[in-house]
């Protein structure tokens, strides 16, 4: 049997086509495994916030991009010094309205934020550095101008102050952390609503374990303010668990 050209011809676009459609299948199939991928890194693993104010400047500027580990609290766990991201406790935030997005930006707003590109939902939560443990009998300030926790004096590289200021709070305190809670300070004390001044909401400024996302491990955004963050723990260097 003989093939003619126009047959050939005929052969050859089928193999192009299928083979095109073969390409999209595979490209579609990648693309399906990376967007799962990504979720379930982002519902169990890691995941990325912004910074919506100054309080923790200079170790976090505002809108800088953080990557937090989500493994904290659940499987490991917290320690003083390490920066997280909690929900609320509840009167932290002032209510705010809601900008109704356009649809496509919404949608757009929605796929990336499932895959954990951006997260919206960054103004519904907080910042800050944890200072004390369930326990922890957090005292400011000495004559130094220092914070305590269990009677031992800090040491805080990461503090930003006025100039001339070396207080490490504007106000003084005197704490116990209760059970299953921390007290959180930002580390620009001076501008900073921190656990300091929501004593007056139902949790007495105490943020819950449970409301804790995760901890922020890295600055991710803008390339020029990429870094680590450390909990510093030579700062909390012989600080004994507290007994409450």
């Known amino acids: 049997m003989k093939f003619t050209r126009a047959d050939r011809e005929s052969s050859a676009s089928v193999r192009r086509k299928r083979g095109v459609l073969l390409f999209l299948r595979d490209l579609l199939v990648i693309f399906a495994v990376a967007v799962l991928v990504s979720f379930l890194i982002k519902t169990f693993l890691i995941r990325s916030f912004f910074i919506p104010s100054s309080s923790m400047e200079q170790t976090l500027l505002l809108d800088d991009r953080i990557i937090v580990n989500q493994l904290v609290p659940e499987v490991a766990p917290i320690e003083r010094g390490d920066v997280v991201v909690f929900k609320d406790p509840g009167g932290w935030l002032p209510a705010r309205e809601e900008t109704p997005l356009p649809p496509i930006a919404a949608a757009a707003d929605w796929f ?28 400011c300030c000495n004559a130094l101008g220092q914070m305590s926790v269990n009677g031992v004096p800090l040491d805080e590289p990461y503090v930003a102050l006025p100039p001339g200021e070396s207080k490490v709070s504007q106000d003084d305190f005197d704490q116990t952390v209760p059970e299953d809670s921390l007290w959180v300070m930002g580390d620009n004390r001076y501008n900073s609503k921190d656990s300091r001044y929501n004593g007056q909401t139902p949790l007495k400024g105490f943020v819950p374990i449970e409301n804790v996302v995760g901890r922020a491990f890295v600055v991710s955004w803008p390339v020029s303010h990429w870094s680590w963050l450390g909990n510093y723990p030579e700062v909390f260097e012989g600080v004994e668990q507290g007994s409450g």
């Open 112 to 139: 990336f934020a499932f895959v954990g590109l951006s997260a919206p939902d960054s103004n519904d939560h907080l910042v800050k550095r944890v200072i004390g443990l369930p326990g922890d009998h957090v005292v």
